[in-house]
């Protein structure tokens, strides 16, 4: 099993969601983060530009068996991306097990 890790822009979420469950990856865990980066956002308030270094993300947590973690990292390279900087990382770890509490159920079947 792997662990795939998501940071991601919010605008594209709805889409990487979609996306995901047409391959049947239909549980994952996400949470809004704010990260500093190489993107700086630009910002005009009352006519006056200034930037941030504090960037808005979504922060995606997906664990699936080792024969969907290609389909699962290709669909976030897909979708997730735009071609610009500050589009996001993706980080792949080894699970060592995974159990599922109402069953008791472990390994791929804990996941499911």
Known sequence: MKKVEAIIRKSKFDEVKKALHQIEVNFFSYWDVTGVGNEKQGHVYRGISYSTS???RRYLVIVVSDDFLEKTVNVLLDTAGTGNVGDGKIFVSDVIEAYRIRT?????AGIN
């Open 104 to 108: 008791k159920e472990s390994g791929s």
């Open 54 to 56: 504090d960037i808005q």
